[in-house]
């Protein structure tokens, strides 16, 4: 009785666990899941955050020199006056003064100053964008890598397992002049390119998976659970629909070639700066004074002064001239380094489209090519198995669809970046435009 309860425990257990395993999906390590975690803890990123808040800082900073000036000093004490012509004691003088001073006008130095500092807010904002952007497409490019590293290195293995199986051999060693038939050669050495593609690709799957450890900070990583993305249609409805288009949309709002047209404005507040030298200054300020037994006499007495100063340097002319001649050069540099920043632009946006282009023109190919190639296989092994050809059109067949698969998993993986890479120079590129976890989607070639 005791074995059949027994039995019937395990029996249970066994149906159970079977149960929890089928219901409970494994967790996958998505694209986004992997961004999300890089961009709350990744250096850069934590930098350029610290970076743009310092930028906000100095804007307020630098609105801060219209605030006006207030201050209070206090002094209390007492005096003792001996051998004087009037000796006395005073004690528990106090004095306390209270001065309020004003920046007026200084011929647009402080207004140049708060511009450039706006400028080099929005600046951080754009570098800020552009981190971010780099690390995605940095993060995506590990990702896909591994998960292209795994499809290349299964495909290998399995055509080293395919060509051993169809040849028949197990060693690849030959001793010269073994005497061996001329189709064991062959087999031999079709069977050892096998063994050394798989070499080759054990290698650039083991620096694909470095790259992933080093990137996300993570170990033990598990390939089966990465899952290719797919892009959302929304994500698509951003891409232009020609080169032209890609080249204005850069040209408008690629963040390089607007930081490029910041600087060009901030060399021209440097030059007003500098052009301020030579202008007058005008400051105000007010203070009341108020003195009880102090200044070694008895009473009280207070005091109220203002006063307007206005000061213009005479020297300036040949004092600042030698700064002011650098700024108006810095800023003809800055005027040609955007003109060259448009020229970069105009091509960056040209290769981007054209990148993209020629990927969905390869996945189609590889996509028909991948097809093509297992139907021969499985008509080369069909025919090999009825005496109807040789192994060697079956090893052929075996490495044109290893060779397929190859490219279809390059050119997949090829065509997602080069979208994130368009996306990333008309400056529309956002972390949550990586993916669609859903299932509607597109662009994801995996069974």
């Not at 499809?151 to 073994?178: C, D, H, M, P, Y």
């Not at 070499?199 to 694909?208: C, G, L, N, P, T």
């Not at 009473?299 to 001239?321: C, Q, R, W, Y």
């Not at 997949?412 to 590129?429: A, F, K, P, R, W």
Request: net charge negative; charged share 30%.
């Amino acid at each position: 009785m005791r074995t059949y309860l027994t039995d019937t425990a395990k029996l249970f257990c066994s149906i159970v666990l079977t149960f929890l395993i089928f219901i409970i999906p494994v967790k996958s390590q998505t694209l986004t899941e992997m961004i999300d975690q890089l961009l709350d803890s990744h250096e850069d990123i934590i930098n350029a955050q610290k970076e743009l808040e310092e930028a906000g800082r100095d804007v307020t900073d630098s609105k801060l020199a219209y605030a006006p000036d207030i201050s209070v000093k206090y002094e209390g004490g007492s005096t003792d006056k001996y051998d004087a012509a009037s000796n006395h004691q005073i004690d528990g003088f106090d004095t306390y003064d209270v001065t309020w001073k004003q920046k007026i006008m200084d011929s647009g130095a402080t207004l140049a100053d708060i511009s450039t500092k706006n400028l080099e807010l929005e600046k951080q904002e754009l570098e800020y964008i552009s981190s971010r952007n780099d690390l995605l497409i940095e993060a995506a490019d590990a990702y896909l890598g591994l998960i292209k590293a795994g499809e290349k290195l299964e495909a290998s293995v399995a055509a080293e397992a395919n060509t051993r199986q169809t040849t028949g051999q197990e060693e690849i060693r030959v001793q010269v002049g073994s005497g061996l038939a001329s189709d064991v050669l062959k087999a031999k050495r079709q069977l050892a390119s096998a063994q050394k593609t798989v070499i080759a690709d054990e290698k650039s799957f083991k620096s694909a998976v470095y790259t992933y450890e080093k990137l996300f900070q993570v170990e033990d990583i598990d390939v089966n659970n990465l899952r290719k993305p797919r892009l959302a249609r929304d994500t698509l409805d951003y891409m232009p629909d020609s080169m032209e288009e890609t080249v204005n949309l850069a040209l408008m709002f690629n963040r390089d070639l607007l930081i490029s047209e910041m600087d060009v404005q901030i060399a021209r507040n440097d030059l007003q700066s500098s052009l301020a030298n030579f202008g007058p200054t005008v400051d105000a300020e007010a203070k009341y004074s108020h003195k009880d037994d102090a200044s070694g006499t008895g009473g009280s007495s207070h005091e109220d002064n203002l006063k307007i100063t206005v000061e213009l340097p005479l020297t300036a002319v040949f004092l600042e001239m030698p700064g002011y001649l650098n700024d108006r050069s810095a800023l003809d540099r800055a005027i040609n380094d955007h003109a060259l920043k448009e020229r970069d632009t105009v091509k960056a946006a040209k290769d981007a489209w054209v990148e993209y282009a020629n990927a969905r023109t390869l996945l189609s190919y590889s996509e028909n090519e991948a097809t093509i190639a297992q139907e021969l296989l499985t008509i080369a092994q069909k025919e090999r198995a009825a005496d109807q050809t040789d192994a060697a059109a079956v090893l052929a067949a075996e490495e044109a669809l290893e060779g397929a698969l190859k490219d279809l998993s390059d050119d997949s993986m090829s065509l997602i970046t080069t979208v994130y890479e368009v996306l990333d120079v008309i400056n529309m590129l956002e972390p949550h435009m990586i993916e669609e976890n859903k299932r509607a989607g597109t662009f994801n070639t995996s069974s």
